[in-house]
T-cell receptor, first 112, second 118 residues
Framework: QQQVKQSPQSLIVQKGGISIINCAYE??????FPWYQQFPGKGPALLIA?????SEKKEGRFTISFNKSAKQFSLHIMDSQPGDSATYFC???????????FGTGTRLTVIP | EAGVVQSPRYKIIEKKQPVAFWCNPI?????LYWYRQNLGQGPELLIR????????DSQLPKDRFSAERLKGVDSTLKIQPAELGDSAVYLC????????????????FGQGTRLTVV
């Protein structure tokens, strides 16, 4: 059973465009929602994270939008750059980083 | 500051052979995790340690997998005997733990060990 469902599986965006990745969850006990970025041959690296007491968090070009009632959250990458090309994973957990449940990943390609 | 260090980076073994992975977490991090990442999938937790105690090993296939974290620092994950389906990337992560601030709960991942069982 997939605890966190992620879409799309792959995404191609023009340089300067907006990349949007969506995730949905069922477990209302989840209280920590991070996004990880993974380059080939590397481990996942935390990009940005949010707790359910806020609806949006922005860090530079990256924004998490969180809809608690719909049990959905999304990652927006503004002004996408070729260097952003990577696989992005959403995740969720109860009580911080303990036992993160990851989505299946989105392979983002930003074309120049 | 050094990140999470894992070794080896790659391992190819024949099925039924044993294999071991080693992880050195970030200094001062009390919590250590082992995740398995199958090709094209997100990581899945195998075991979580708080210091030297395994506090969540519900997803660890205990018939063939074992782990230890002696002295609450380094950790070793072992598979014996390995099966073809064990081919995956094994990721170690660590976090500070013990705090409610979002930054202190961040899990830092190592580069992983890519295991191929033939």
């Amino acid at each position: 059973q997939q605890q966190v469902k992620q879409s799309p599986q792959s995404l191609i965006v023009q340089k300067g465009g907006i990349s949007i990745i969506n995730c949905a969850y069922e477990n209302t006990a989840f209280d920590y929602f991070p996004w990880y970025q993974q380059f080939p041959g590397k481990g996942p690296a935390l990009l940005i994270a949010i707790r359910p007491d806020v609806s949006e968090k922005k860090e530079g070009r990256f924004t998490i939008s969180f809809n608690k009632s719909a049990k959905q959250f999304s990652l927006h990458i503004m002004d996408s750059q070729p260097g952003d090309s990577a696989t992005y994973f959403c995740a969720a957990s109860v009580s911080g980083a303990n036992n993160l449940f990851f989505g299946t990943g989105t392979r983002l390609t930003v074309i120049p | 500051e050094a990140g999470v260090v894992q070794s080896p980076r790659y391992k190819i073994i024949e099925k039924k052979q044993p294999v071991a992975f080693w992880c050195n977490p970030i200094s001062g991090h009390n919590t250590l995790y082992w995740y398995r990442q199958n090709l094209g999938q997100g990581p899945e937790l195998l075991i979580r340690y708080e210091n030297e105690e395994a506090v969540d090993d519900s997803q660890l296939p205990k018939d063939r997998f074992s782990a230890e974290r002696l002295k609450g620092v380094d950790s070793t994950l072992k598979i014996q005997p390995a099966e073809l389906g064990d081919s995956a990337v094994y990721l170690c992560a660590s976090s500070f733990g013990g705090s409610s601030t979002i930054s202190d709960t961040e899990a830092f991942f190592g580069q992983g060990t890519r295991l191929t069982v033939v």
